[in-house]
């Protein structure tokens, strides 16, 4: 077992989950976060005041998977997140130590599909 982690610019957030969606893989949890990057961010004038924008919004996906689908779930978010600039994003992938399925007390492997 293993956790998909991905962080993606906001605007890719729909053709990454079609693209899940195409590979069968359709459990995720998505939040909202800010981060920087090789970005560095950007500057910003208001009121003739100019602010340093370092932390930029990004999409955060986790996805428990058992090890047959990691590849495909890595595949998946590439194809569909992948613009070819900076800021693109990263994938990191985690050995998930356990999983348990509250409503029918399954664990592991089980507990994932």
Known sequence: MKM?????QPEKLDSVKQSLFNSEI??????????????????ESYR??????????K???????????VEPTIMAIVKA????????????VMPLERCI???????GSAAIG
């Open 81 to 92: 997140a992948k613009s070819g600039n900076i800021g693109d994003g990263k994938i990191f």
């Open 26 to 43: 359709h459990k995720m949890t998505i939040s909202r976060v800010k981060g920087c990057g090789q970005q560095r961010g950007y500057e």
């Open 59 to 69: 999409i955060r996906i986790e996805i428990a998977v058992n090890d047959e689908f």
């Open 4 to 8: 998909v982690i991905a962080i993606i």
């Open 101 to 107: 399925r509250i409503r029918t007390d399954e664990t």
């Open 48 to 57: 003739g005041q100019v602010h340093r924008v370092n932390l930029l919004d």
